[in-house]
Structures are given as structure tokens and as C-alpha cells.
């Protein structure tokens, strides 16, 4: 029973609420979504993923222009990323006793990196230069560990590693500026996705500039996918060693020499929805002159790397799990039949409800910062300084537009620039 109350607390937000969040998204309804987070906080989210509940949240109070609300959520997020670096290693071992939601939410590396880049947008969106550039030298800062640690998969962020360098020429750090954009251009050949190429006029103090980001999409989700796998495959992984998880115990070596399994088990792991949105990118006018977006991220491709990098650690930690369990359903029928031989029935009625319990609580763990957009686009257009109305023409796959944006009464400054954001989701 107390198995079962343990279990009953190792849950992940829904699919279905996900849709739910995501439709009032799509209908440009961000802060009742983010009210819609705010009252499923406990029931989907729990203690356990208080840092979960509030990158889901934030992302969505800075759609809805909530800036302040929104920092400090972010804020509160990081500092618990900071922590759990620290308390990763003592708490792993419930995952491979219960299952991997037994664990607070780790938060994916880049979607560490996008905390920097939002806490910097909120900033921007309130004039506030010197904080934006105090979250743009973090952001270099931890995506330079990264590269450090890992030299493959995920190991820097072409697009934040720009923002920080426009963000440092607002500054006035020049250098770091330098610095950070080189760092942009070679993460963006190394991921092999466009290099963007924007133009500045010699006579740029005589204008101003205004530089649009434009965040589409919703990224794909996670949902549990259920299958069949035969005991053999089962045993390769769990006798496959995977980096951080330790090796196979003594345990499981013994019931693979003693041939304790079946032929076949149940097992769910994650697999990724893409999320289906109409608007693809957009252009931007201002006083009749147009300005192409350029794409900067494509943070589904980011969702779907990390997946692929951690399906060997989760299935390690799955089949090690299914092992485990089956060793103690046969312990529990020879346990039964060894005090009562006479009625083996009870022992093997024993050995089901084990593998029912066992089956009961292995559910993939499906967790995963669900609000933030699919793709990111960006232009830095110099214009004539003052007051303007700037459109973004809202464009599908096919180039057709199919909406428009107005920021209206936009002052733009001679010589300076200003940072704009806007979110379609649908």
C-alpha cells in the first residue's frame, strides 16, 4: 500500500491537458492559459515539479505581456536549476526503483538556455538594457560550460548566443559582443542550419533599429507510447551499460544466468506529437517597406535531440526496472509455495499481482517545458527615427498571408534600437 501512495504522487501533466493549454495558446489567449496552469498547478504538477509549473507558466505570462510576473517566475526557475545540479546524483536511484518520475523535473539544457533568453526579453520589453545584458553574460556563460563538458549533441545555442551579442552592442560591450556573435556563427554551421545574414547601412546612427523577434509554433509533445518488448532485448539494455547510470547490479546478472524470465513485457517510454500551426513565418512592414525574417531556431529540432540523446539512459533505467520486478514476482511465488507447497495456486496468484503492480507503476516519463514555441524568426530593420505603426505579415508554409500584427505608436530612437516579440501559436 505505501508502494502505491508513492506511486500515486509520480505523475506528469496530462496529454490531455496539454491540449487544453496549447488550444487557448493557439487562440492567442496566453494569459488564460497561463491562469489555466496556475489552477492545475497542484493536481498536475506537484511539489516535485514546482520548477515544471513555472517554466510552463512564464513562457506563457511574457506571450501575454506580463513581464515582471513572468521574470519572476523565471528567476525562481533558474535558482532551482542551479540546486538540483547538486541533488541529480543522490536522488537517481528511485528511478530505478519506481520509475523515472520519481525524480524532480531535471530541466534540458536547452531549455536552461532559453530561461536566459526570456529573462533578457522581459527585461528588454521594459527598457531595461543593463538587466538584459546581466542575463545575455550568464546565458555565454553557461552555454561556455557547456562546451566545455560535452563535445557533442546539444552543447551550445546558436540563437541565444546572438541575442546575447545584440544585447551586448546595446551595453556597449563591444568585445563581448564580438565574442558571442563568432560563437553564434560557428554553432550555427556546426548544427547546419542558416546562417543569417542581415545587412547594417554605413550611416546606421542616422537611423534607428528595430529588431523583431518572431517565436511560431507550438513544439512537439510528449506523450507515453505502450509496447511489447521480448525478455531478450529487455536484458541487452539492461546489461548495457549507459554514462551516469552505473552498471547492471549483481542482481540482474544473477537473474539473467538463472533464465528467471518470461518471454515477453510491457514497457512505455515517451515518443514526440508534432503540433500542427498554420502560420509559418511572417515578414515585417514599416512605412511601406518590407523586411524578411529569418529563421534563428528551431527549437522542435532542439525537443527531438534531446529525447534521442536520453532514450539509452531511460531505457537502461526501464529494462533494469522490468528485471528487478519479474526477479521479485518469482521471489514472491517461491516464498509462497516454499511455506505452502501443498496449494501452489497462491503463489502463482503471488507472482501476478507482482507483475500487475509492476506494470502499474512504470509510466514514461513524459515531462517536458510544453509552452515554448516550435520555431524562432528574427529581422533588424533601420528605419527612419520616430514614432512608427510596424506590421508583421502573417504568412503559412505556401507564402500565403494569412494574418497581420500591428505594434502601434512604436517610438523608435536615432542612433538606438528597440527589441519587439510576438508569439503566434495557431
Known amino acids: 500500500m505505501c508502494g502505491v501512495l508513492i506511486c500515486s504522487a509520480c505523475g506528469a501533466p496530462s496529454l490531455r491537458y496539454k491540449y487544453e493549454v496549447n488550444k487557448l495558446a493557439a487562440e492567442g489567449k496566453f494569459e488564460r492559459a497561463a491562469n489555466l496552469v496556475e489552477s492545475k498547478r497542484k493536481h498536475m504538477y506537484g511539489q516535485r515539479d514546482t520548477l515544471l509549473y513555472e517554466l510552463d507558466r512564464a513562457s506563457l505570462l511574457h506571450d ?48 536552461t538556455a532559453l530561461t536566459f533568453f526570456y529573462r533578457a526579453m522581459n527585461f528588454l520589453q521594459q527598457n531595461d538594457v543593463m538587466s538584459a545584458g546581466v542575463e545575455a553574460r550568464r546565458a555565454v556563460f553557461f552555454l561556455d560550460h557547456l562546451r566545455g563538458d560535452k563535445k557533442k549533441g546539444y552543447n551550445d545555442d546558436p540563437f541565444v548566443q546572438y541575442m546575447a551579442s545584440l544585447i551586448f552592442e546595446s551595453t556597449g560591450d563591444l568585445s563581448d559582443a564580438r565574442i558571442a556573435r563568432q560563437n553564434a556563427l560557428n554553432a550555427y554551421k556546426k548544427r547546419g542550419w542558416t546562417v543569417p545574414q542581415f545587412s547594417v547601412p554605413k550611416d546606421a546612427a542616422d537611423y534607428g533599429e528595430v529588431i523583431v523577434v518572431h517565436t511560431v509554433g507550438q513544439v512537439p509533445l510528449k506523450k507515453s507510447q505502450t509496447i511489447q518488448v521480448a525478455w531478450h532485448r529487455i536484458l541487452a539494455f539492461a546489461n548495457s551499460p549507459v554514462e551516469n547510470e ?14 528467471l524470465m518470461g ?3 510491457t514497457v512505455a517510454y515517451p515518443v ?27 527549437i522542435s529540432e532542439l525537443v527531438s535531440q534531446d529525447l534521442e540523446e536520453k532514450l539509452p539512459a531511460m531505457w537502461f533505467r526501464l529494462a533494469t526496472r522490468a528485471v528487478l520486478r519479474r526477479i521479485a514476482a518469482v521471489q514472491a511465488r517461491h516464498a509462497i509455495e516454499s511455506r505452502d507447497g501443498k496449494n501452489g495456486s497462491l503463489g502463482w496468484l503471488a507472482e501476478m499481482v507482482m507483475d500487475v503492480f509492476g506494470a502499474a507503476i512504470e509510466k514514461a516519463d513524459t515531462r517536458q517545458w510544453f509552452t515554448l514555441p516550435a520555431e524562432v524568426y528574427m529581422t533588424r530593420a533601420f528605419v527612419a527615427p520616430g514614432t512608427q505603426d510596424i506590421q508583421l505579415l502573417l504568412k503559412d508554409r505556401n507564402g500565403n498571408m494569412i494574418g497581420t500584427h500591428t505594434f502601434e505608436n512604436i517610438r523608435v530612437p536615432r542612433g538606438g534600437r528597440i527589441f519587439l516579440h510576438y508569439r503566434s501559436a495557431y
Open 246 to 259: 552505473g552498471s547492471v547490479s549483481l542482481e540482474v546478472q544473477n537473474a539473467i544466468t538463472a533464465g
Open 64 to 111: 501575454a505581456g506580463q513581464y515582471p510576473q513572468s521574470d519572476t517566475l523565471l528567476a525562481d526557475a533558474q535558482q532551482r536549476i542551479t540546486d538540483s545540479y547538486t541533488k541529480s546524483i543522490s536522488s537517481s536511484a528511485s528511478r530505478l526503483v519506481i520509475n523515472d518520475l520519481a525524480t524532480p523535473y531535471y530541466a534540458a539544457d536547452y531549455e
Open 272 to 298: 514526440l506529437e508534432p503540433q500542427l500551426y498554420h502560420i509559418a513565418f511572417s515578414t515585417l512592414q514599416i512605412a511601406g517597406q518590407q523586411y524578411a525574417m529569418q529563421p534563428m531556431s528551431n
Open 263 to 265: 518471454s515477453a513485457v
